[in-house]
């Protein structure tokens, strides 16, 4: 009988073991009438390599297509879909796998998904080096980190990186030192900076083929994804960490930051000085965020500029140069139910909307103010538009905005914007 015993607790062990190394749902149940069953439900992916086990049982043993034996115990597995990887259709970003047997993840973390995907986008990042000085004298450099983002040497990185912040404008086709994975190294050219969004790109020119990053959809994270970071912090070039997506839309204010209102990642992988500017990948190693910035008061704090963003500004730099941003002037509060509720019961003759954009400050001067904006206006449509978006395409344009007001007044504004102030 302790034979038995003995046996049939090794035959648990090894199902445990299954569960353990690919992330399956282990699960039993009894009756008096039937002996324990012990299920596990697996990726198909792996239910396709237990093939390979020494202790896996003959296919004579199979009583159903969805299930195997192992020993006297039933192992049953539940077949995971498999989630498609987005496809990024812009043009002249490449795709080099440094392995080809590395296979996307098909949405489970397994002993090898993080080192798959870490050795995708391994020799795409880059470690970058500027001089620093001040008046001539030299002040050390700048250490960063970027990714190659197209074949013909494109550098995607943190403006703070690769621009002198005290030289702004003689700095924006300055000389960056590239340190490839393979030790290759090339002398970059920034060729365009972004301050407010801190995105910048420098290009390197190279008679050899040169390995790419694929960029993925920030739009499709969720908090609790598994992420990694890449990039050379502290000059430790090839450091690779991981973690999960804290927030996928931690807003600018969040962070004490004043001026144009933006939105991060926010992730608890750890980042340092000199990882500023290299990818976020998620488990399929494509590049989703650019890391930008930690909480040096805390640790697991990290934020990336999410790629789909990026993804925006590098259009623009492509068709303008420069990243063309509307201004007309107002301060904008986004509403919702609960914040409208809220408001209400503090002023009852708050307008009666369920969602839009409150006007708290109109700047004097603005366009804003000449087309007639007042503070405590709430947008309700802008050009026929439930959300505010307003695009490039839009400056010097008319367009027509509904605001309501108290006491149900609704009024239609025409306002025209200007090009903001790139410095500001």
């Known amino acids: 009988r302790r034979a038995v015993s003995s046996s049939k607790r090794s035959e648990l062990i090894r199902i445990i073991s299954v569960a353990t190394a690919t992330s399956g749902i282990l699960y039993a149940s009894t009756n008096p009438d039937a002996r324990t069953r012990v299920s596990l439900a697996i990726p198909e992916s792996v239910r396709e390599s237990l093939s390979l086990l020494p202790w896996q049982i003959s296919p004579g043993l199979i009583h159903r297509p969805e299930q195997s034996l192992f020993g006297n115990f039933v192992f049953s597995s539940r077949v995971s879909p498999k989630s498609e990887a987005p496809i990024n259709d812009e043009k002249g970003v490449s795709v080099e796998a440094s392995d080809s047997s590395s296979k996307p993840s098909n949405g489970y973390l397994g002993r090898d998904t993080i080192a798959n995907a870490a050795a995708r986008i391994g020799p795409a990042v880059v470690n970058l080096s500027v001089p620093q000085g001040f008046h001539g004298i030299s002040m050390g450099k700048s250490i960063g980190s970027g990714t190659i983002i197209d074949a013909d040497g494109t550098i995607l990185t943190c403006a703070h990186v690769v621009v002198d912040f005290q030289n702004i404008r003689h700095s924006s086709k300055g000389r960056v030192d590239v340190t490839l994975q393979d030790g290759r190294t090339f002398e970059g050219v920034v060729v365009n900076a972004d301050l407010q969004s801190d995105i910048a790109l420098v290009k390197i020119k190279s008679k050899t083929p040169l390995p790419t990053a694929k960029l993925g959809f920030s739009s499709k994270l969720r908090p609790g994804d598994w992420v990694i970071a890449v990039g050379c912090p502290l000059s430790l070039q090839n450091t690779v960490t991981a973690g999960i997506v804290s927030c996928v839309d931690r807003k600018s204010s969040d962070l004490g930051l004043g001026g144009k209102h933006r939105e991060y990642l926010q992730t608890d992988c750890s980042i340092n000085a000199g990882n500023s500017g290299g990818p976020l990948v998620n488990l399929d190693g494509e590049v989703i965020g650019v890391n930008i910035m930690k909480v040096l008061a805390a640790d697991g704090l990290g934020f990336s500029v999410p790629i789909d963003s990026v993804s925006k500004i590098i259009e623009h730099f492509k068709k303008s140069g420069r990243v063309i941003r509307p201004w007309i002037g107002l301060k904008m ?70 605001v309501e007001r108290s006491n149900k007044e609704r009024v239609t504004l025409e306002v025209i914007p200007e090009e903001a102030n790139p410095d500001m």
Do not use: C, H, Y
């Open 333 to 402: 509060v986004e509403l919702n139910n609960l914040i409208v509720a809220q408001l209400k019961e503090r002023d009852p003759m708050f307008p009666d909307v369920e969602r839009g954009v409150l006007v708290p400050t109109v700047i004097p001067g603005s366009p804003a103010d000449r087309a007639g904006f007042k503070p405590g206006d709430v947008v309700v449509r802008f050009d026929g538009k439930p959300v505010i978006e307003i695009m490039d395409d839009r400056v010097g344009k008319r367009m027509q905005v509904v």
